[in-house]
């Protein structure tokens, strides 16, 4: 079993950016695939980016080219790069660990004023 735990949310302004990180304890991280899901007021959970034990990545189409995740091993840390941030993207940012079940963080609010 694995905890999380999300930091680097806030209140940037449209343009700005933030990074989230995700530290990983409790189990082999290198091991999992580690996602990042947002949700926002009144709407479902959205996968936004994911990584795989060998690093390859994918993104959801509202994110490419603004967003990237990343993975360093070594500090079980897992991170989401977020540049040219819009007012849509405001909402809670979920860490998601996966190998067989699902691991989730506690969430963290990113809030972009227009």
């Known amino acids: 079993q694995v905890q999380l735990v999300e930091s680097g949310g806030g209140l940037v302004q449209a343009g700005g950016s933030l990074r989230l990180s995700c530290a990983a304890s409790?189990?082999?991280?290198?091991?999992?695939?580690m996602a990042w899901y947002r949700q926002a007021p009144g709407k479902q959970r959205e996968l936004v980016a994911r990584i795989n034990i060998g690093g390859y990545t994918n993104y959801a189409d509202s994110v490419k080219g603004r967003f990237t995740i990343s993975r360093d091993n070594a500090k079980n840390t897992v991170y989401l790069q977020m540049n040219m941030l819009k007012p849509d993207d405001t909402a809670v940012y979920y860490c998601?660990?996966?190998?067989?079940?699902?691991?989730w963080g506690q969430g963290t609010q990113v809030t972009v004023s227009s």
């Open positions: 409790g189990s082999i991280f290198s091991s999992y695939m």
């Open positions: 998601n660990a996966w190998r067989g079940d699902h691991y």
